[in-house]
Every structure is written in structure tokens, then in C-alpha cells.
Nanobody
Framework: QVQFVESGGGLVQAGGSLRLSCAVS????????MAWYRQTPSKERELVAT???????NYADSVEGRFTVSRDNAKSTMYLQMDNLQPADTAVYYC????????WGQGTQVAVSS
């Protein structure tokens, strides 16, 4: 069974940085298109960044130029480097396939103070 384990969240001030990790088990990670998503209580879950198995990456307009997605296929792990964080980035961040499966990991909370 596939499992997603997110980590690395925390509380930072605006302008700060965090690096999230997503460990995936139970799947052929290197052959999978992966993505980071985020959700707040007032919004539906939204796509933040995509890591295509071929190496291509894509970003939501709101994070373009500030976030960088990467992956280590040998470790079955995906990362999200988040720089110049803003209060609007406050959310629970999740990883999943792209397109996403119906089940999700526990996510990791990111809180950005102004």
C-alpha cells in the first residue's frame, strides 16, 4: 500500500524559508509524477508544484520564483524548498501523485507570521 509521509513544516516569519520532505513507500517512485498540494480551512486543496518523472517541474503562479520542487529517486523522496515565505502560504502541505490518489498523508503544517 502506498504511503506518503510529509515533514519539515513549522512557524516562520515572513521572508523566511522552509524545506519540506515527502517520503513515499509502496510505489515505483521513480516512475511516478509527484506533486505538492496545500490546504487551508477556508479553501479547497490546491496544487502548488509538480515534479514530472522526466524531470520537468511546474508551479502555481502564486509560488513561481519562490518555491523549488526536487526529488531523490534513490530515496523515494520529494522536497519543496520554500523561500521568501508569505502569510498567504500558511497551510497544511501534502504530497501525492499527480493526478492525486483518493487518500492522503497527514500533511505538515506551515505557518508564516507577518
Amino acid at each position: 500500500q502506498v504511503q506518503f509521509v510529509e515533514s519539515g513544516g513549522g512557524l516562520v516569519q515572513a521572508g523566511g524559508s522552509l524545506r519540506l520532505s515527502c517520503a513515499v513507500s509502496g510505489s515505483s517512485f521513480s516512475n511516478s509524477n509527484m506533486a505538492w498540494y496545500r490546504q487551508t480551512p477556508s479553501k479547497e486543496r490546491e496544487l502548488v508544484a509538480t515534479s514530472v518523472r522526466t524531470g520537468t517541474t511546474n508551479y502555481a503562479d502564486s509560488v513561481e520564483g519562490r518555491f523549488t520542487v526536487s526529488r531523490d529517486n534513490a530515496k523515494s523522496t520529494m522536497y519543496l524548498q520554500m523561500d521568501n515565505l508569505q502569510p498567504a502560504d500558511t497551510a497544511v502541505y501534502y504530497c501525492n501523485f499527480r493526478p492525486a490518489l483518493a487518500f492522503w498523508g497527514q500533511g505538515t503544517q506551515v505557518a508564516v507570521s507577518s
